[in-house]
Structure formats: C-alpha cells, structure tokens
C-alpha cells in the first residue's frame, strides 16, 4: 500500500517596511514655554491671538539680540521644522530662521535667514561672535512676489530644513524652497528664531520638529549661482585672534620669520585657513565681536617671474592693513565708506562686474616669492570678511 503524505507549503511574503519620519517636538503654544531656551523672557512671550482659528501664538519682540531655541534640538541630527508666521503691524520687522547655533564660555554663532515682512524678501545673515554677516552674502537676497508675497497681518506656512551645513527654506509654497544656503561652516547646533534687532515683532505657531534622511527638494541650489573660487586668491594661512596688532608679525620678510605666541597657555602660529566656496575669507570664523580678541592676520604667498607691479581687487566688509614683505603696504578700507560709487556689500563676482566693483591696489612684487599679511580688525557691525583677486 502507498502512503501518501500532505505536505504543508509555507509562503512568505517580504512586505515593505515603512518607516514614518520621527517627530523631536510640536508645540501650538497653548501650554508653557518649558521646552524652549529663552535669552529675554520679556521678549518672547505667549499671547492671545485674538484668532479663533490660532488661539495662542509665540510673540518675539525685538529688543536687541533676542532668540527663542528649541530645547536639545542640537541633539537629533538633520531636521525639518515647520509653522506659520505672522506680521502683526505694517513696520520694520523680520523672522529669523536660527540653525547650527552653538554657543561656548568665548562666542556664540549661528547660522539665519529671515524673512523681512514689511519688504517681502528673504536674506541669509549668519552670526559670527553676535555680528550679523549678511553684507557678505546679498547674492542670497530673494525677493517674494505676487502671490508669493508676504502681507502684513496675514498667516504664511513655513518650513526649513537642515542636514550638516546646509538650509533649505520653504515660504508659502511647500514644494520648492525661496533660498538653499551652504556657506554657513557649523555643521550641527540648535535651532530656533529670533525677531529684528530693533523694530516690529514677529508671531510664530503651530511648531512641529521631523528628524529627516534627506532633503525633500534635490534640484539645483536656489538662487544657482556659479561661484569661479579659482580665479581668486584662496591659499590662506590665518594668525590669531589677538586682542591687539603684533608689529613682528607684521615686519616679518618672509615665512622664514615664522612666529608664534604663547595666550592664557595656548600656542599660536600660522594655520592653513579655508575660503569658503564662493573663494571669500571668512574671518569671522577667528575674530571676537563681542570679545577682546578682535585682531587677525592672514598671509598668502605670491610669485613673481621677474620685478613688478601688479595690481590686486579687493571687496570687503571689514578694513584692511597691508604689509608685504614686511613693509607697511597702505589699507584697503570697506566698501561703502570712502566713495558713493561703492555699496556695502562684498560681492562674489567684484572682480569681472563693474556694478559690484571693490577697491584696487597697486604693490610692487620682486623676482620669486613674496609674502602678502593682511591684517584685520572685527570692530564694526556686519563686517567679517573679504575676497582678493590679482590681475593675470
């Protein structure tokens, strides 16, 4: 006889695993301030909206340097935030976006773009040591038209988002962001926002806080821009900060004369220092604007086939001392303040654009290499840094 045997047949099915985006924090201010880290408790504050639609809302007042942070969101990696903002008066005001900020017992920095409300345009405006940098940056300035406008008095969606280096900032329309800002250099810190330094205040409701993989928008950067880093000066080497200027350095010949000074413990000497990608120093990265070490030197080496005169562009927001080769060399002043024919700002194509033009300088190098410090000092608001050029 013949058994026949059952046999059991087991499928399995791989169903695709989703995995929903983690939300860090919500809040739609109808409750307390706890998970927030407030600079000025009488500047930012929950009030009555009047709206039946909002009900409370965050009002940030301007009163100098004011920030509303989210707590320990400088511990949960790349992040989308997203809200609604409001303009409640038709005078100077603005929203900040803060992200990557980090604050130490030295200096506080941090990455901003706002959103001015009574002008309808976005800038990015980053914090180096409590000085604003967006003189710097106005190729990043993005006005909002139509019906992308911002209207006094009425509620506008938002959304940004951060991985590293890099903000995405979304206004009214969700799917493409107004500006995609990369040259901030802090790649991680809290987030947050801060109303105008003097002026109107600024409403903010319904938080929420995603952690993200990647970005939602992967076109081109916004504005696209293309930078041409090479043709400029970008081999740096930076001294400093120091809380005054250093006469050895500045009389040093060459890179055989090489210094370094001993403050609080610490050794300093030359450090090779990055431009950013655009070729600007940013020397708001080294100097104090709210310290004592307000004084930097940055040294580049130039090459000369035989004795001659070369002429170099600069554009810059902070005032410059030339010394080459040792010798006191003349300064380079910032943009805006001798001729009218100059604007503040320090622009990334000075070089090749007549409207943009900087400041030009004539200095003789001799056969081989010459050594090129420059010294500055971070003393003045929005100021905090320049591009060289030297005519081929």
């Known amino acids: 006889m013949t058994i026949l045997k059952a046999r059991t047949l087991i499928v399995i099915v791989f169903l695709p695993i989703i995995c929903s985006a983690q939300i860090m924090f919500k809040d739609n201010f109808e409750g307390n301030l706890s998970g927030w880290e407030l600079n000025n408790s009488t500047s930012v504050k929950i009030i009555d909206s009047q709206d039946p639609n909002q009900g409370k809302v965050l009002a940030l007042t301007p009163n100098s340097n004011v920030s509303a942070l989210i707590k320990n969101s400088n511990q949960w990696g790349a992040l989308r935030v997203e809200g609604k903002m409001l303009f409640p008066k038709n005078e100077h005001n603005y929203l900040g976006f803060i992200y990557n900020y980090k604050k130490t017992t030295k200096r506080e920095d941090f990455g901003l773009l706002y959103v001015k ?30 019906d992308q406008a911002i209207k006094i008095g009425k509620w506008h969606t938002f959304k940004m988002e951060v991985i590293n ?49 990647q970005f939602n928008y992967k076109g081109q950067n916004v504005p696209a821009i293309r930078y041409e880093p090479d043709s400029l000066i970008t081999k740096w080497e930076a001294f400093g900060p120091l809380t005054k200027p250093n006469l050895v350095i500045e009389q040093a010949v060459n890179d055989d004369d090489d210094v370094s000074l001993d403050i609080n413990g610490e050794s300093i000497t030359w450090e090779n220092f990055k431009t950013d990608a655009r070729g600007a120093l940013i020397t708001g990265r080294i100097t104090e604007y709210q310290g004592e070490n307000t004084v930097a030197y940055f040294r ?5 086939e035989k004795d001659k005169t070369v002429t170099l562009h600069f554009t810059t927001t902070d005032e410059l001392a030339l010394y080459l080769n040792g010798k006191d060399s003349g300064r380079v002043y910032r943009d805006g303040y001798i001729s009218k024919d100059n604007d503040w ?36 608001f929005a100021s905090g840094g320049f591009f060289v050029y030297m005519e081929k």
């Open 117 to 146: 409300g009574n002008g309808s345009y976005i800038r990015a405006n980053p914090w180096r040591d409590g000085n604003v940098s967006r003189l710097l940056y106005e190729e990043y300035k993005i006005n909002l038209k139509e």
């Open 165 to 213: 280096e890099t903000c995405h900032l979304y206004i009214n329309d969700m799917k493409r962001p107004k500006i995609t800002f990369d040259l901030f250099e802090l790649k991680s810190g809290k987030i947050g926002f801060q109303p105008r330094v003097t002026g109107g205040g600024v409403w903010i409701d319904d938080i929420k806080v995603t952690s993200i993989k």
């Open 300 to 304: 580049t080496f130039l090459d000369a």
């Open 345 to 380: 700002n320090a622009w990334y194509d000075f070089w090749k654009n007549p409207q943009h033009k900087g400041r030009q300088k004539n200095i003789f190098l001799k056969k081989g290499k010459n050594q090129l410090v420059v010294r500055v000092r971070n003393g003045q």
